[in-house]
């Protein structure tokens, strides 16, 4: 069995519930009320656990089978909305409404990428995942069901991402700006074949108030905002908003967005987030 333990650290609270999975097959995602995890053993059934009364617990089955290349990746919209992504296979969604305990899957025709913090906008990109036709946002209502009022907000200079001289040019991952205005893309240029790693990164800042691309920096080698980009996991800022953290390999930098300045801050161990302290 696997065995949960909820620490309510202002009431002094702790509760113990235990369900009979062989296995977690994604960490447990705790949201604003609930708890979501999911047993290896069925990769469409997900369980929610209130965090104010764990003995309720329920589970949704989703309609679409993830299939076996990656289990859904839980993100959580606002309190009662959460949207499953598949990392590997993008275009599979669902979204799950806790208060009507129902899931809307669906398979779109573009790539879905990372959702904004205030879980509003959801990244797009059209055509191939690392060498798009074009980019941009949609409202993340729109991963339930799509209309004319989900117009998708692609940006007319894709192609600066793309080729450069007739030097290869793919698009990495990407990193939302703390207030969720607008986007960090970064993409690697040429491939070292001795090592198999790019030889230049950089990055481009994309707005969402006017849809427009901006180079910020230029690095030397193969950096990413998170070490691992298929875990869809959001990059780190430092607390006023105004540093990402990107890596290279086992190097972690601090790269100013105001500055395009690099700095290094490990070269070692996991960076878990940050904090401010006064």
Request: charged letters at 20%; glycine letters at 8%.
């Amino acid at each position: 069995d696997i065995a949960f333990f909820l620490i309510d650290l202002y009431g002094g609270e702790a509760w113990e519930f235990r369900h009979g999975c062989d296995w977690l097959s994604y960490p447990a995602k705790i949201g604003p009320t609930h708890l979501a995890y999911q047993c290896i053993e069925n990769a469409q059934k997900w369980y929610f656990v209130p965090l104010d009364n764990p003995y309720k617990a329920f589970s949704i089955e989703l309609s679409i089978d993830p299939g076996t290349r990656a289990p859904y990746t839980p993100v959580w919209l606002n309190a009662h909305e959460i949207a499953f992504l598949v990392p590997s296979v993008f275009q599979k969604t669902c979204v799950a409404d806790l208060a009507t305990r129902s899931a809307v899957c669906r398979v779109l025709d573009f790539f879905i990428g990372m959702v904004s913090p205030d879980g509003k906008w959801v990244e797009v990109r059209m055509g191939d995942d690392d060498t798009p036709d074009a980019l941009g946002v949609i409202p993340a209502e729109c991963l339930k069901s799509y209309s004319d009022d989900c117009r998708l907000n692609l940006t007319a200079d894709s192609s600066q991402l793309q080729m450069r001289s007739g030097r290869f040019r793919g698009l990495a991952d990407s990193a939302w700006l703390p207030d969720s205005k607008g986007l960090l893309f970064m993409v690697h240029e040429d491939l070292d074949k001795t090592n198999q790693t790019s030889e230049r990164s950089e990055i481009w800042l994309y707005k969402l108030s006017d849809g427009r691309l901006t180079r910020l920096g230029i690095l030397d080698g193969e950096f990413y905002f998170a070490p691992d980009y298929f875990d869809l996991a959001p990059a780190l800022w430092s607390p006023d908003g105004t540093k990402v953290v990107v890596s290279q390999g086992h190097k972690h930098h601090f790269f100013s967005i105001e500055t395009g300045e690099l700095t290094l801050l490990s070269e070692g161990g996991v960076l878990l987030g940050s904090v401010h302290l006064e």
